[in-house]
């Protein structure tokens, strides 16, 4: 008879274990049943969600419809609004002026109902600098600098990258030059010392752009939305280099009221004794909200349908179908450590396929359903679309094997279905009210970071709520923090059953 070795054995025992574990889930009913709940509950509830959103605008034309969201170079939905006064630059050229001044207003909660509560400020992102782009037209490449509210000097481009100067607030100088394709934005404290602050390349530059001074001012964030707010500079110092026309002045982006004729929140120009006060409202930057509903909605249902998940986990740890008869496989492969890795694999398996076919299903049906209904929708990409999709699967994975873990540690079925809820679906729940949205960051709910559809952008504030789109970790290290409660749960209770009975005597596991 052929020598095998004991780790071929081995393998072949636990192979064999893990045929017997798969044949005894799918054989009983009600874990059967438990799992295609966990995938009608989260299809159901997102295809609720895309079926009920309806969204209007208020246009020149009236209310109706909202426009596709505006598109950047690089396919993100973006804001592109502020108030610009610029010349032509033909060929190579600068900027150079002083952002000596910078004020504004902001519009709080109203203390008296009816009353509009307006204070005087700048939000933290409110933009004030000097812009170089081929054309006015919203969504082409640009880059500025800039002096911000509360962010120093910043150097920006093509609206999803930033690069940060000085921590600077008062006075401070500014030049922009532009050679070629490439745009360098430099800082300096008395306008003699300088100090670049980045550079971008604008591929297919024209041969004349627009360059000149802006201000902006994205809304105060406020109970999950934006109000108003603006931003007014007094650029003094102003030098160019390659143009020497007369200003022009544009308020680019701005929105009518709905008479279709009136200016919503204009901005506007003050020339005084060689200095330009400049104000505008708006924004120049992804639209993490304002770019239309977001695909991460479709998987909202997502938490809710981990539940019934829990309950096919737990008691598949404590089930007690027919074994393979004594002497079949090593006696390694007959401990209780080897039953419990066994479970963990079957139920990782049927968690992520659950996951894949919940999450393959309610994205692209919902994300059809809204758009049948008029929503603009955020665009995504293919890579994100499936990232999405298979990351809630690996998600809904990791939370099965996290609470078979937790069954084994505690030893009852329903305490760990009522532990996993308290780590996994609390935290999502809380986080997607507003409230301690830091436990997306130290609970097994960071995994839910994989499903987010919009990256999350430093130059951006957003409302801390999963409604507005806020994830406190990227999309990989939360799937990564989630995995590590699964690995850490099952290891510590495979540790502990490692010199268990063999499974020819009683495992003593939860009932």
Same mark, same amino acid.
């Given at each position: 008879?052929?020598?095998?070795?004991?780790?071929?054995?081995?393998?072949?025992?636990?192979? $064999?274990?893990?045929?017997?574990?798969?044949?005894?889930?799918?054989?009983?009913? @009600?874990?059967? %049943?438990?799992?295609?709940?966990?995938?009608?509950?989260?299809?159901?509830?997102? %295809?609720?969600?895309?079926?009920?959103?309806?969204?209007?605008?208020?246009?020149?034309?009236?209310?109706?419809?909202?426009?596709?969201?505006?598109?950047?170079?690089?396919?993100?939905?973006?804001?592109?609004?502020?108030?610009?006064?610029?010349?032509?630059?033909?060929?190579?050229?600068?900027?150079?002026?002083?952002?000596?001044?910078?004020?504004?207003?902001?519009?709080?909660?109203?203390?008296?109902?009816?009353? !509009?509560?307006?204070?005087?400020?700048?939000?933290?992102?409110?933009?004030?600098?000097?812009?170089?782009?081929?054309?006015? $037209?919203?969504?082409?490449?640009?880059?500025?600098?800039?002096?911000?509210?509360?962010?120093?000097?910043?150097?920006?481009?093509?609206?999803?990258?930033?690069?940060?100067?000085?921590?600077?607030?008062?006075?401070?100088?500014? !030049?922009?030059? !532009?050679?070629?394709?490439?745009?360098?934005?430099?800082?300096?404290?008395?306008?003699?010392?300088?100090?670049?602050?980045?550079?971008?390349?604008?591929?297919?530059?024209?041969?004349?752009?627009?360059?000149? =001074? &802006?201000?902006?001012?994205?809304?105060?964030?406020?109970?999950?939305? +934006?109000?108003?707010?603006?931003?007014?500079?007094?650029?003094?110092?102003?030098?160019?280099?390659?143009?020497?026309?007369?200003?022009? +002045?544009?308020?680019?982006?701005?929105?009518?009221?709905?008479?279709?004729?009136?200016?919503?929140?204009? @901005?506007?120009?003050?020339?005084?004794?060689?200095?330009?006060?400049?104000?505008?409202?708006?924004?120049?930057?992804?639209?993490?909200?304002?770019? /239309?509903?977001?695909?991460?909605?479709?998987?909202?249902?997502?938490?809710?349908? =981990?539940?019934?998940?829990?309950?096919?986990?737990?008691? &598949? =740890?404590?089930?007690?179908?027919? !074994?393979?008869?004594? @002497?079949?496989?090593?006696?390694?492969?007959?401990?209780?450590?080897?039953? %419990?890795?066994?479970?963990?694999?079957?139920? /990782?398996?049927?968690?992520?396929?659950?996951?894949?076919?919940?999450?393959? %299903?309610?994205?692209?049906?919902?994300?059809?359903?809204?758009?049948?209904?008029?929503?603009?929708?955020?665009?995504?990409?293919?890579?994100?679309?499936?990232?999405?999709?298979?990351?809630?699967?690996? =998600?809904?994975?990791?939370?099965?094997?996290?609470?078979?873990?937790?069954?084994?540690?505690?030893?009852?079925?329903?305490?760990?279905?009522?532990?996993?809820?308290?780590?996994?679906?609390?935290?999502?729940?809380?986080?997607?009210?507003?409230?301690?949205?830091?436990?997306?960051?130290?609970?097994?709910?960071?995994?839910?970071?994989?499903?987010?559809?919009?990256?999350? &952008?430093?130059?951006?504030?957003?409302?801390?709520?999963?409604?507005?789109?806020?994830?406190?970790?990227?999309?990989?290290?939360?799937?990564?923090?989630?995995? /590590?409660?699964?690995?850490?749960?099952?290891?510590?209770?495979?540790?502990?059953?490692?010199?268990?009975?063999?499974?020819?005597?009683?495992?003593?596991?939860?009932?």
């Amino acid at each position: 008879m052929p020598h095998r070795s004991g780790r071929s054995s081995g393998r072949d025992g636990f192979l $064999r274990m893990l045929r017997t574990e798969w044949a005894g889930f799918r054989s009983a009913r @009600g874990r059967v %049943l438990a799992v295609a709940a966990s995938v009608l509950v989260t299809v159901s509830i997102g %295809l609720l969600v895309a079926g009920g959103v309806r969204t209007t605008c208020v246009t020149g034309k009236g209310e109706g419809p909202c426009p596709a969201p505006l598109v950047g170079p690089d396919g993100t939905a973006v804001k592109d609004k502020y108030y610009f006064v610029h010349q032509p630059l033909k060929g190579n050229g600068s900027i150079t002026a002083r952002v000596s001044d910078m004020t504004g207003q902001i519009r709080l909660p109203d203390a008296v109902p009816g009353v !509009r509560n307006v204070k005087e400020g700048v939000v933290p992102w409110a933009k004030a600098g000097l812009l170089v782009r081929p054309s006015l $037209r919203q969504g082409t490449p640009y880059a500025a600098v800039m002096l911000t509210g509360d962010h120093g000097v910043r150097m920006q481009h093509n609206y999803v990258h930033d690069v940060a100067g000085g921590p600077h607030n008062g006075p401070q100088w500014l !030049r922009l030059t !532009r050679s070629g394709d490439t745009v360098t934005g430099q800082e300096s404290d008395d306008g003699r010392a300088w100090t670049e602050v980045g550079t971008a390349r604008l591929a297919g530059l024209p041969e004349t752009v627009e360059i000149g =001074l &802006f201000a902006t001012s994205p809304g105060a964030v406020w109970d999950m939305a +934006r109000a108003f707010a603006n931003a007014t500079a007094t650029f003094d110092q102003i030098k160019l280099q390659g143009a020497d026309g007369p200003w022009r +002045r544009d308020d680019v982006g701005v929105s009518m009221e709905s008479d279709g004729k009136t200016p919503h929140h204009p @901005g506007g120009v003050v020339e005084s004794g060689g200095k330009l006060i400049v104000t505008g409202g708006g924004d120049i930057g992804p639209a993490t909200v304002e770019g /239309g509903l977001r695909a991460d909605l479709m998987l909202i249902g997502g938490a809710l349908g =981990l539940i019934p998940m829990f309950v096919a986990a737990a008691t &598949f =740890l404590t089930a007690g179908h027919r !074994r393979e008869p004594a @002497g079949t496989g090593p006696a390694v492969g007959a401990r209780p450590a080897w039953l %419990l890795a066994a479970r963990a694999g079957v139920v /990782g398996v049927v968690g992520f396929a659950a996951g894949l076919v919940a999450s393959g %299903l309610v994205i692209p049906a919902g994300l059809a359903m809204m758009r049948a209904h008029g929503n603009p929708i955020q665009p995504i990409t293919l890579g994100t679309g499936l990232r999405m999709i298979v990351g809630h699967a690996a =998600l809904t994975a990791a939370a099965a094997v996290l609470a078979l873990g937790l069954a084994a540690l505690v030893r009852r079925a329903v305490v760990a279905v009522g532990l996993a809820i308290v780590l996994v679906v609390v935290p999502y729940l809380l986080a997607t009210a507003g409230l301690a949205p830091w436990l997306l960051m130290i609970t097994p709910a960071a995994g839910f970071a994989i499903t987010q559809s919009i990256p999350a &952008f430093a130059h951006v504030d957003v409302d801390p709520s999963l409604l507005g789109g806020y994830y406190p970790l990227p999309p990989w290290a939360g799937l990564t923090v989630t995995c /590590g409660y699964a690995v850490v749960a099952l290891g510590v209770a495979i540790a502990l059953h490692r010199r268990e009975v063999p499974f020819g005597g009683k495992l003593p596991l939860a009932r």
